[in-house]
């Protein structure tokens, strides 16, 4: 019989030729072939050729048994590990003794093959547990034998089973260690007893986080990595402010000392553990690395999305898509990581086509507590990062007290996410040695564990006393104590005889071409008209499908009526002129990336971005193939998740100040689910971090009897917000104006994050349709004034915005009206004061009114009163409500009809 006739016919010669191959040169085939002809000789030699019983058939079972117990201990031993410097761990009810697998004690001394599966040769049952002890219970708890890939696992298998068993760090490693944690150690130590009191939210207990954080970016420079940006809360961050970044340490005390006044001009700033910095740092494989933190608001693990969204921005832009070149790393903490769901939502989608950015680090700073509460009040998983299970990702627990044991481990980490591209997770385990701040009293709650804590040697004494057993001279790391806390000392004196001026965050590099705004900015648009020519290159690129490609019959339609937009009539639609934007845009190289929930076709399908082509799937995009040299055109549908991806947008933006970002939402209410993100980061970072942001957020909001959650984009929430220019808020009613708005964006020498009310039914009416002439003359048009009447004959102005623009002009049409003007606040925020002053002026001794249908309550009442102070008007709107809209199609019209024709009236 053939040898590999359980394999198909058509195969078996092939198979035949490679084992002879690897009989002569085992390694003359590749890796898995290697293993499934050593599993093949293996079974050859327990059972031979037919399969027949072997000649020890107890032996054969007692391997597999061996084998099991391998099993167990790469797949369960992290459970026992030694992890944790100062409790018990909890009993997780796992056995690993050899027993539970059908071993016993009289099997101890036998020899055993699959000791090879581990990297040893033939060995006794006993040393092959003792490797196991070694390699699985020790200060490393490794998790990883549940992912579901071979490679991945096989890759791992050696990484512990040979490197991690034999690693043991040359005396330049050690020093460089040792140094980092000197570092940490004793800046934590001086600011305590140099600041009394003042809240650092110290690293004390967890210092070990800055070698890891040393190595993780060494090695990241040595394997290519040329920008590392971090993101990460309050625990710590001063100490990585200075001994990773470098920001100087006569920085950090003046703002300790807190007696310089800041400049006002610049924004009302931010406390000093929420600030970012960024610097270039040598390393010492020689090569060069980019490392920034961003500036991050006080709700954890807020800043993830923006972070991943910040390096994948830079991959697009600096890196030309290489995903090894720039890396995220996130620092979290134990309770924000289990407790808070974006970070579910930024795990998920690491690995999408539209948000990877080849792989985050996830660092833990695991104290074991979050402010006073006990881990086993903090979560149901047995992990803080059980998190890491959806998408795979290796997890190290690591033991926060072995200094070399958490440097193998973010040294690996590295290694990982360079080959698979993936994220990866290291768990800290230390404890907190104060407070959650340092005036805080952690006995209130916590009385036991304190008491241990209290006596319990800091993270630097405990490496030190390593490696004094190790035969290293013990007055090395003396003197390193000595000469940094002298050298902090000088820098204190310093501060004090002479304090630093006060100095806000360097603004990112790429954004040096871009100024701040000023107020005299908003008195009048930029011109961003396009020239004809231009037009008609779009129009065509987004008429022309490429040979043999099928459309459906529906998509036929739409091109031959979007040619007919372009070329004959000449009246661009809310679709087309959206497009015209971006494609005229990328044609100019300004990059346009787009994302949120089926953006591709669009939620009320207008927008068909892309075309599919009936019989092979085959995506299709004109905006993509509009030049050779144009810009990229990326539109991506979403996961299905809003503070994440708004989040993500918010980061890309940050990074890509000469490109347009945009984020769709669905319909404009499940933006609340980003709140966070609107409060945190996009109404207030220019006045705490001085960092703009040109994002456009697209939120379908009006009144069309869809219900309560369908109806409002909740426009209060934005106008309450909006101050000292933060922002701009819109809410635009006609596609050229929709053209000019995505213009300005980029055609500003400043940026500002844009929010636009979006229609919704209108998309596709005509209603809002623009001649071409609008588009290749003009601006964007802050207040449409009314066309359609004299100044001399009016006797009242009705002032709106958005959608019911068009009820009103219905009915002054229907009833000839010619004594009320019905004028448009196209962009509300910053408010166009000086244009609508100037129209109150023309159309004097009329009566002022503000319609809107949304209630009383909502909308945008309260802040028109804002704006307009001193002017008298009244006010025609829904009763002030608790929720948005009726659910009653029947009462939405009823109220609809009543405020449009009391507008007339009252
Ligand atoms: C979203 C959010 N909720 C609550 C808080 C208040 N808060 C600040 S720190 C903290 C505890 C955090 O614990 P952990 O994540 O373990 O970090 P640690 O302080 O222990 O390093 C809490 C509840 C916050 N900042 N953000
Ligand atoms: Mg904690």
Redesign the pocket.
């Known amino acids: 019989m053939d040898k590999f006739s359980y394999i198909s016919n058509a195969d078996v010669g092939y198979l035949d030729q490679l084992y002879q191959n690897y009989k002569s040169d085992p390694t003359s085939v590749d890796a898995t072939w290697q293993k499934f002809f050593e599993g093949y000789d293996f079974s050859q030699q327990r059972y031979g050729e037919n399969g027949a019983a072997p000649a020890n058939d107890s032996l054969s079972i007692k391997e597999t048994q061996v084998r099991n117990l391998i099993f167990q201990y790469r797949s369960f031993g992290h459970l026992k590990s030694q992890t944790n410097p100062v409790r018990e761990r909890r009993n997780h009810n796992i056995n690993l003794d050899h027993t539970k697998v059908g071993l016993t004690d009289a099997d101890l001394d036998t020899e055993f093959d699959v000791a090879s599966e581990i990297g040893m040769p033939r060995a006794s049952l006993r040393k092959i547990i003792e490797k196991l002890k070694t390699l699985y219970l020790g200060p490393i708890g490794f998790e990883y034998n549940f992912i579901r890939n071979d490679d991945i696992r096989d890759w791992l298998h050696h990484k512990i089973e040979k490197e991690y068993y034999e690693y043991n760090p040359n005396l330049e490693e050690k020093k460089r260690i040792l140094s980092k944690l000197n570092e940490a150690v004793v800046f934590e130590n001086f600011l305590h007893t140099k600041f009394l009191g003042q809240k650092r939210?110290s690293l004390e207990g967890g210092e070990n986080t800055i070698p890891a954080l040393d190595a993780i970016i060494n090695k990241s420079a040595e394997l290519d990595v040329k920008e590392v940006v971090i993101g990460m809360?309050?625990?710590g961050r001063l100490n990585v402010l200075s001994n990773i970044l470098g920001k100087t340490y006569e920085q950090i005390f003046t703002e300790f000392e807190g007696n310089v006044n800041p400049d006002l001009t610049m924004g009302d700033g931010d406390v000093k553990y929420h600030l970012g910095y960024a610097s270039h740092i040598n390393t010492p494989s020689g090569k060069k690395i980019y490392v920034k933190l961003t500036p991050n608001p006080?709700?954890?693990?807020?800043v993830d999305p923006l972070v991943i969204g910040y390096t994948r921005g830079q991959i697009d832009d600096e890196y030309k898509g290489d995903l090894k070149k720039a890396m995220a790393v996130l620092i979290?903490?134990?309770?924000?990581?289990a407790g808070?769901g974006i970070v579910y939502e930024v795990v998920q989608m690491s690995g999408l086509a539209g948000y990877t950015t080849g792989g985050t680090i996830h660092f833990v700073?695991n104290?074991q507590?979050?402010?006073t509460t006990d881990f086993d009040d903090a979560r149901t998983a047995i992990y803080c990062t059980d998190v890491s299970k959806i998408v795979d990702a290796p997890v190290f627990h690591v033991n926060g007290d072995d200094a070399e044991a958490v440097t193998f481990c973010a040294n690996l980490a590295v290694e990982y996410r360079q080959k698979f591209g993936k994220d990866i997770f290291i768990d800290l385990l230390c404890y907190?040695r104060h407070g959650?701040n340092e005036s805080d009293e952690p006995k209130f709650t916590q009385p036991k564990l304190y008491n241990i804590i209290a006596k319990h040697p800091n993270p630097r004494e405990v490496y030190v006393k390593k490696l004094v057993e190790k035969g290293i001279d013990a007055s090395l790391a003396d003197e390193m104590d000595k000469n940094f806390r002298n050298q902090l000392q000088d820098r204190l004196n310093e501060v004090k005889q002479k304090p630093l001026p006060y100095k806000v965050q360097k603004i990112e590099e790429e954004w040096d071409q871009l100024r701040k705004a000023k107020p005299e900015d908003f008195d009048k648009s930029p011109v961003t008209a396009i020239s004809q020519e231009l037009i008609d290159k779009v129009g065509k690129a987004l008429t022309t499908i490429p040979e043999g490609f099928k459309p459906l019959k529906q998509i036929e339609k739409l091109i031959k009526d979007r040619k007919a937009a372009f070329f004959d009539d000449k009246v661009l639609g809310w679709a087309e002129a959206e497009l015209l934007a971006y494609g005229s845009l990328v044609a100019e190289k300004v990059p346009v990336r787009m994302s949120g929930q089926d953006v591709k076709r669009g939620t009320f399908s207008h927008r068909h971005a892309y075309f599919w082509d009936a019989n092979t799937n085959e995506a299709y995009s004109g905006l993509t193939n509009i030049d050779k040299n144009q810009a990229r055109f990326s539109i991506f549908n979403s996961l299905l998740s809003e503070f994440g991806v708004l989040g993500f947008e918010y980061g890309y933006a940050m990074a890509t100040p000469y490109a347009l970002v945009l984020w769709e939402a669905q319909f404009g209410d499940f933006v609340n689910g980003a709140q966070t993100i609107i409060d945190q980061f996009i109404s207030s970072a220019e006045s705490k971090w001085q960092r703009m942001n040109g994002l456009v957020m697209l939120l379908p909001h009006g009144y069309e009897g869809q219900g309560p959650e369908h109806s409002s984009a909740r426009p209060e929430r934005f106008l309450q917000q909006a101050a000292e220019y933060n922002m701009v808020v819109t809410n635009v009613t006609t596609a050229s104006n929709f053209f000019h708005l995505l213009r300005r964006q980029v055609a500003w020498e400043f940026r500002k994050p844009c929010i636009v009310f979006s229609p919704k039914s209108l998309l596709r009416n005509q209603l809002v349709a623009s001649p071409m002439g609008e588009f290749t003359s003009g601006s964007f048009t802050e207040v449409i004034d009314d066309p359609t009447v004299k100044a001399k004959d009016v006797k009242r102005i009705i002032f709106c915005t958005g959608k019911i623009f068009y009820d009103l002009q219905e009915v002054q049409q229907k009833k000839k009206i010619k004594d009320a003007a019905v004028v448009r606040i196209e962009q509300l925020y910053p408010f166009p004061d000086k244009q609508v002053d100037k129209l109150i002026k023309k159309y004097k001794d009329a009566k002022l009114l503000w319609i809107q249908e949304e209630p009383k309550n909502m909308g945008y009442w309260s802040f028109i009163k804002r704006m307009l102070p001193d002017v008298e008007i009244q006010l025609g709107a829904r009763k002030s409500s608790a929720s948005p809209a009726t659910g009653y199609s029947k009462i939405h019209k009823m109220e609809q009809e009543k405020i449009v024709n009391q507008a007339f009236e009252i």
Do not use: T
């Open positions: 939210f809360a309050h625990r006080s709700h954890l693990e807020a979290h903490g134990d309770a924000s990581i808070q700073i104290n507590i979050g402010f907190r959650h």
